[in-house]
């Protein structure tokens, strides 16, 4: 029992070195935030990449460790990311420590638009209550992201990590 409870206390500090704010990595990336802030909406000038790497690779690893039936939270979250991705692609031309890593989130950018399942179902408005869950919309959409999908981008984040350590 001794050595589980090491072994997890060793496993949780290194994901924490790991996600941990790396001024070196971060400042000139928060700069280039600071200096682009009419091309950025979703990130703020004390925005962490390495934070963010980090938590993106690690909502790919959930993903991927779903049976399929749950993962709905975790493709909701990646998604979010996809538009943080956006931005940070946004101002890449800008930032030469983004420069450097922009072919890999080009890369990125193309496994959640490839692999982005969509579709919108119409809702029938039968009846007139008040207590119709979906009274105010009468669209549902659904988007998928297979867990192949989450393992690519996951692999892309760390290299992306490893290239602006």
Partial sequence: MKKITLTLLALC????TWAQTNPTMDRPIQQCI????????????????GTWLYKLSEV??????????K????????LEKEKELDELLAIADDCPNLKKVKPDLEEMKK????????????????K????????EGKDITTMSLPRSAAGKIKKIADKVHKNLK
Avoid: W
């Avoid at 500090?13 to 924490?16: D, E, H």
């Avoid at 790919?60 to 039936?69: F, I, S, Y």
């Avoid at 959640?112 to 119409?122: L, P, T, Y």
């Fill in 128 to 135: 007139k209550t008040t207590d119709n869950v979906f009274e």
């Fill in 71 to 78: 993962g709905g939270q975790y493709v909701v979250s990646l």
């Fill in 13 to 16: 500090l290194v994901c924490s």
């Fill in 34 to 49: 600071t200096n682009n802030t009419d091309k950025v909406d979703l990130l703020h000038p004390n925005f962490s990449m």
């Fill in 60 to 69: 790919c690893e959930r993903l991927k460790d779903t049976d399929g039936k």
């Fill in 111 to 126: 496994v959640f638009a490839e692999r982005q399942k969509v579709e919108n179902f119409k809702i029938k408005e039968e």
